[in-house]
């Protein structure tokens, strides 16, 4: 019983750690845009292609990149949130 509940343990502990590893990465890659276009946000990267601040190619597939890491950083934020309750 007891090798059963600490090989449950370790494998949690490490689907926890992909989980980090996995969130970071994204998180840097995120930055990464935002940083190439000094922008906050992904919405901000649109905002200045509409105001003419930023030229549409690439910026808007870089937007589009931005807004997607965001979304499935998010994600493993709240798959982090549940993996923690677990413990």
């Known amino acids: 019983h007891d090798k059963t509940s600490l090989s449950q ?10 989980v980090i590893i996995e969130y970071t990465r994204l998180r840097e890659e995120l930055e990464e845009i935002l940083d190439a276009y000094n922008a906050s946000s992904p919405e901000e990267i649109l905002k200045k292609i509409k105001n003419g601040k930023l030229p549409e190619h690439p910026t808007y597939e870089n937007y589009l990149e931005a807004k997607s890491l965001l979304q499935d950083a998010a994600q493993l934020k709240n798959k982090l949130k549940e993996l923690i309750e677990r413990f």
């Not at 343990?9 to 992909?18: I, Q, T």
């Open 9 to 18: 343990l370790r494998k949690m502990r490490m689907e926890l750690l992909n």
